[in-house]
């Protein structure tokens, strides 16, 4: 393989079209194709552009050669899969997997699908979204809306097969309807969908921390639920590896409880964390339903990272999602002990060129610091 990196003429086009591409999202396409609508028409015509174009060969060969920046340094194995770079999309945005050609081709290492429910589910009512460019933050409450997990886990599974580099990840939640009940027809509800995902997948992930259902998170309330759930879940032979998605309003003695429960538990993996739901000293409309994503995570979400790298280290694998907008801060939660790193916000605000520009910076600072491989880093400041 010829990596991006050690070529001098293919290093060059692809600085200066990253360059191009975050000059003209900020000054011409944001304010202009984006901004212009409000969030959710905007989310809406955004999966549509990526479903469209997915399907012009010569458009993501163009997108491949231009911006997907590759280099050894960012090459990593985590939980015994192989990625070309830790930079993974969270869970969240692409709810019905329509977004994995795109990805691929503009070089993330994973995407996590999802999350996606045992029944097709319509969400919560509209809007979905709120932007708070002042925090680098949007204001989520869409409510798991999706197609449903036999959909979407096809749909996943042949994205995967037919990558080029990508790994897919399928994320699992209950479903946020009417038919909700009580913990046991929860647990049913993720059965359902993991049996659905065995093996159809890179990796698959458990959302037991969407802050936005109206049966709430039952799941993390106790040691004790956590347990109930996966003793079921145990049960479902999967060969991919499965994370937990993490909440963040937690103090660490009670996060730290429900870790111990997931150690004991067919788990190699936590996601760290989902939505900051405390909006303590933000300015934020009373009447804005949901909870924060992007910049009002990152401080929390890193100290969790650290704490539980430091305590679990030795026996779970932490993707840290929340508030990377740049190389640095995707350094700085590596060092606190993420193997992987998720986002969502930093696309929205700072544009597609993004992952380009956290994959190079990334690199720079790993070999600045002497660091052969990215997996070097990882822990270094716990």
Not at 332 to 338: E, L, N, Q, T, Y
Request: charged share 25%; proline share 5%.
């Amino acid at each position: 393989m010829t990596y991006v990196s050690e070529s001098f003429w293919h290093d060059a086009v692809n600085k200066a079209t990253t360059d191009l591409f975050t000059f003209g999202y900020k000054h011409i396409v944001k304010p202009n194709f984006v901004f212009n609508h409000t969030p959710d028409v905007a989310h809406d015509q955004m999966i549509e552009f990526c479903r469209v174009t997915g399907n012009i060969p010569p458009l993501m060969w163009l997108l491949r050669e231009m911006l997907n920046y590759t280099d050894p340094v960012l090459e990593t194995s985590v939980m015994g899969v192989d990625f070309a770079n830790p930079f993974g999309l969270s869970a969240g945005l692409d709810k019905n997997c329509d977004m994995p050609v795109l990805m691929d081709n503009a070089g993330f290492g994973f995407e996590t699908v999802g999350s996606t429910t045992s029944r097709p589910c319509a969400g919560n009512p509209k809007p979905w979204f709120h932007r708070l460019p002042e925090y680098d933050s949007m204001m989520v409450h869409v409510g798991l809306a999706n197609d449903g997990s036999d959909k979407v886990i096809a749909r996943a599974e042949q994205a995967w097969t037919k990558a080029r580099s990508l790994q897919v990840s399928v994320s699992i939640a209950r479903t946020n309807d009417d038919l909700a009940g009580d913990i046991d027809e929860g647990i049913e509800d993720y059965r359902i969908s993991l049996e659905r995902a065995a093996g159809r997948s890179a990796m698959v992930e458990i959302n037991v921390s969407c802050p936005n259902t109206r049966a709430g998170e039952p799941f993390t309330e106790s040691p004790e639920n956590l347990d109930r759930l996966f003793s079921v879940l145990d049960t479902v032979d999967r060969p991919q590896p499965t994370l937990v998605k993490m909440p963040l309003n937690k103090s660490w003695e009670e996060f730290r409880d429900l870790l111990a429960v997931l150690a004991e538990h067919n788990v190699q993996g936590v996601s760290i964390a989902n939505l900051q739901k405390d909006r303590t000293g933000l300015e934020i409309p009373r009447d804005w339903e949901g909870g924060l994503s992007g910049g009002p995570t990152y401080r929390a979400s890193n100290e969790l990272v650290r704490r539980t790298y430091r305590e679990f280290g030795d026996r779970f694998a932490i993707a840290g999602i929340g508030g990377v907008f740049t190389p640095e801060q995707a350094y700085a939660k590596i060092r606190s002990g993420a193997s992987l790193v998720m986002f969502i916000s930093s696309l929205m605000y700072r544009g597609p060129q993004q992952i380009t520009v956290l994959k190079r910076g990334l690199a720079s600072l790993l070999k600045r610091d002497g660091f052969a491989h990215v997996s070097e880093a990882v822990g270094i400041d716990a």
